[in-house]
């Protein structure tokens, strides 16, 4: 195949895709997000836990992606949506205070209900989630600030709002690998 007929095919690809995402943008982003968290999980599993293919917890994996399909996506854009609306579109100004209130109140808030929904989706009771959340909270929240402020600083700058969940889902493979590792851990040494 030829390097123009390649590129043809590419772009077609992300014409059906950007048709998809202005008339449904909430169920792509959530397909987009549970495909994502779900790679991250298989990452997480074939390459930091050297697990085989052939003896993937595909069903490890379900729950994980279930949770970007469910949670993460459909939160991810109504956020944006919000930061958007209320902070504004362009300029450093806006991107800056997007990112301090994306750290600060929704990345905290956000973090605590994925660990609970993980925690939930492996069949924990309460009171076990609860203590997976105190074990892991902090943790994950010092990695997050390490990582996503930049990130968005990048996002909110510099890309269209139809985009942003893409382009965070996309940086976010590497994170829900992490978080994938993190949250299993301990079902690991078990």
Avoid: C, H
């Avoid at 043809?8 to 943008?25: C, D, E, V």
């Avoid at 991810?76 to 300029?91: A, E, K, S």
Wanted: glycine share 6%; proline share 3%; aromatic share 16%.
């Amino acid at each position: 195949m030829s390097v123009v007929v390649f590129k043809m095919k590419i772009r077609g690809l992300f014409k059906i895709y950007q048709n998809a995402l202005s008339r449904r943008p909430y169920l792509m982003q959530a397909i987009q997000s549970g495909a994502l968290m779900g790679t991250g999980d298989i990452i997480s599993q074939t390459l930091i836990e050297k697990t085989s293919w052939k003896n993937l917890d595909y069903k490890r994996t379900i729950q994980f992606s279930s949770i970007g399909l469910f949670v993460g996506g459909p939160a991810l854009r109504m956020w944006y949506g919000l930061l958007q609306r209320y902070i504004g579109t362009q300029g450093k100004t806006v991107a800056i205070k997007k990112v301090f209130v994306d750290q600060f109140i929704f990345a905290p808030t956000f973090l605590v209900m994925i660990l609970a929904a993980v925690g939930t989706m492996q069949g924990k009771p309460w009171k076990a989630v609860e203590s997976d959340i105190e074990a892991n909270y902090f943790d994950v929240l010092k990695t997050n600030y390490l990582i996503w402020p930049w990130v968005q600083l990048v996002n909110f700058y510099y890309v269209p709002l139809q985009y942003q969940v893409l382009l965070v889902q996309s940086v976010a493979l590497f994170w829900n690998t992490y978080l994938s590792w993190k949250t299993n851990r301990n079902r690991l040494i078990e």
